[in-house]
């Protein structure tokens, strides 16, 4: 079992930039993978970024690919999400995702790809 901790969520205005964090504790041996994804209201959930946890292989999606970030810390277990230039559009819930079944069978943009879910931070771009 994995669990994974979310924290850097908050209001931001247009234009600011944001931080995330998100601690994973348990069999953090196992990860292979981490990464991001958000879900905004009414929206279909979707995939934000994601990082090989040895090789450091960086993956964006379209929509942050320039205004994101992610970065790791393999000593503490922790992923980082930094989002700049943000737009009322990044409005979402964002989730920590980890993947523990070794290399990816498919995308990294697939959720199905991960193992285990952080409850989520609140992230809201006011205009």
């Known amino acids: 079992q994995v669990q994974l901790v979310e924290t850097g969520g908050g209001l931001v205005q247009t234009g600011a930039s944001l931080g995330l964090s998100c601690v994973a504790s348990?069999?953090?041996?196992?990860?292979?993978?981490m990464g991001w994804f958000r879900q905004a209201p009414g929206k279909e959930r979707e995939f934000v970024a994601a990082i090989k946890w040895t090789a450091g292989t960086l993956y964006y999606a379209n929509s942050v690919q320039g205004r994101a970030t992610i970065s790791k810390n393999n000593a503490n277990s922790t992923v980082y999400l930094q989002l700049s230039s943000l737009n009322t559009e990044d409005t979402a819930v964002y989730y920590c995702?980890?993947?523990?079944?070794?290399?990816?069978?498919?995308?990294?943009?697939?959720?199905?790809?991960?193992?285990?879910w952080g409850q989520g931070t609140q992230v809201t771009v006011s205009s």
């Open positions: 348990g069999r953090t041996d196992s990860t292979n993978a």
């Open positions: 995702v980890v993947r523990t079944r070794g290399e990816y069978a498919s995308d990294p943009d697939d959720a199905a790809e991960y193992d285990y």
